[in-house]
């Protein structure tokens, strides 16, 4: 599988934005799911002790985790069997459902786990963790298609998938053309 550069990087591009736009709005998911969880502490944590670097640090780390997840999904999803708007969703939900078991380990051995809320076994936690992955991978998923169309106006076309009636295209309903 050749890689893209400029595909790569326009990914890269896209998971940063996706990475900051899941950290800006933490603080209001923060207080809809009742959990002070948050991803940027957790990550900053790990190196920082005081809150103000480790909120720092974890946003960068945040970051760039964002911009290599988004480097793998501009290579990876052009692959994926899925209408566009559905490849981004997909594959951060199921990165969400393949790391959630970590969260054990991570309230058993992360330096500041007695500062931190525990999220092992917490379903709050799990559905903010989810709502989050969401997020991101919605603002990713048209980001990076946005940015790699060849044509800056073009616009998708998804006329296939649903209509207006929600029920898809009409044209698809008779088995054979009348003639």
Avoid at 13 to 35: I, M, N
Avoid at 75 to 87: D, E, G, K, Q, Y
Avoid at 152 to 177: L, Q, T
């Amino acid at each position: 599988m050749a890689i893209d550069t400029a595909q790569t990087l326009r990914g890269a591009l896209a998971g940063t934005v996706a990475a900051a736009v899941w950290a800006a709005q933490q603080p209001l998911d923060k207080r809809v799911f009742g959990v002070p969880y948050d991803d940027t502490e957790l990550l900053g944590r790990l190196v920082a002790r005081r809150t103000l670097p480790a909120r720092a640090v974890g946003t960068a780390m945040h970051l760039v985790n964002g911009a290599l997840f988004g480097a793998v999904y501009a290579n990876v999803a052009p692959r994926l069997p899925l209408p566009s708007w559905a490849r981004g969703p997909a594959l951060a939900l199921a990165e969400n459902a393949a790391t959630w078991p970590l969260a054990a380990l991570s309230d058993r051995l992360h330096p500041a786990r007695d500062e931190l809320p525990r999220l092992s076994g917490n379903r709050a936690a799990f559905a903010q963790a989810t709502w989050r992955h969401l997020l991101f991978g919605v603002v990713l998923g048209e980001l990076e298609r946005r940015l790699s169309s060849p044509a800056d106006d073009e616009v998708p076309a998804y006329e296939h998938v649903v209509s207006s009636n929600g029920h898809g295209s009409h044209e698809h309903v008779a088995g054979a053309p009348r003639g």
